[in-house]
Every structure is written in structure tokens, then in C-alpha cells.
């Protein structure tokens, strides 16, 4: 709401930020069973830990390409 209203990036400042970024556009994409972004899931789980907000969004957009794919986890 705060970005479209006021044009604030909803993500603080962090250093992974620009990691998150590329994550997300890689999921987005499809790409996420590619070995650099599950590396890259991985290294940001350590990072963030499992409960960050924008993680726990991609691994549910993870889930639902998946069972969109037929694949179950």
C-alpha cells in the first residue's frame, strides 16, 4: 500500500536485498529447481532464517508452480 501510495519500497534496506530480488525473479520465472537459485535459497535461509516474509512467499509460489506442474512436494 505504502509503495503505490507513497512510493516506499516495501523491503528495509538490507544487504540481501538485491539476492531477494534475483530470487524472486527467478521463481517468478519457473527457474527456482535451477542449482543457482536453490543455492541461493538456501544461503538466504541461513542469512534471513525460515520464517523472513519474502522467503515464505516464494517457497507458497514454489508450491503452487509445483502442484500447477503436478508435481507434489
Known amino acids: 500500500?505504502?509503495?503505490?501510495?507513497?512510493?516506499?519500497?516495501?523491503?528495509?534496506?538490507?544487504?540481501?536485498?538485491?539476492?531477494l530480488q534475483k530470487l524472486t525473479a527467478w521463481v517468478d520465472q519457473g527457474k527456482y529447481d535451477e542449482p543457482e537459485a536453490q543455492q541461493l535459497m538456501a544461503a538466504l535461509q541461513v542469512a534471513l532464517g525460515?520464517?523472513?516474509?519474502?522467503?515464505?512467499?516464494?517457497?507458497?509460489?514454489?508450491?503452487?508452480?509445483?502442484?500447477?506442474?503436478?508435481?507434489a512436494q
Open 1 to 19: 500500500m505504502l509503495q503505490s501510495v507513497m512510493g516506499v519500497d516495501p523491503q528495509p534496506p538490507v544487504k540481501e536485498k538485491a539476492d
Open 50 to 71: 525460515d520464517q523472513h516474509p519474502q522467503l515464505q512467499r516464494l517457497q507458497r509460489s514454489i508450491a503452487r508452480q509445483n502442484m500447477l506442474k503436478g508435481k
